[in-house]
């Protein structure tokens, strides 16, 4: 399985960005996919998750009402749109999958299985 991210970039304070997640390598009817997070010095911590059939998502409280993850099955795709972008929400962007059904822990990195390089993204105050 591979995970492609991109669509990351330098922006300013309640700018908009999306983000792109291509999937390969499997059939992921059954995947959850996720994205993760990692800021300069910090640990790495859950942005957001969606089930392959696109009916349930998770979000963090620190993102939800702004970010909107959602998935293109055609395109084996996942996308995360963030709004209102702030500069805490700057860091290295890296999209995940799971091999099954949304898991219990759904905010924790070693539930899923395989994961993509980041994709950088700069918020300027």
């Known amino acids: 399985v591979q995970l492609q991210a991109s669509g990351g970039g330098l922006v300013q304070a309640g700018d908009s960005l999306r983000l792109s997640c291509a999937a390969s390598?499997?059939?992921?009817?059954?995947?959850?996919l996720g994205w993760f997070r990692q800021a300069p010095g910090k640990e790495r911590e859950f942005v957001a998750a969606?089930?392959?059939?696109?009916?349930?998502?998770y979000y963090a409280d620190s993102v939800k009402g702004r970010f909107t993850i959602s998935i293109d099955n055609a395109k084996n795709t996942v996308y995360l749109q963030m709004n209102s972008l702030r500069p805490e929400d700057t860091a290295v962007y890296s999209c995940?999958?799971?091999?099954?059904?949304?898991?219990?822990?759904?905010?924790?990195?070693?539930?899923?299985?395989?994961w993509g390089q980041g994709t950088l993204v700069t918020v300027s105050s």
């Open positions: 995940a999958a799971d091999r099954g059904q949304i898991p219990s822990k759904v905010s924790q990195a070693y539930e899923y299985d395989y």
């Open positions: 390598g499997d059939t992921f009817s059954s995947y959850t």
């Open positions: 969606i089930g392959w059939s696109g009916v349930s998502a």
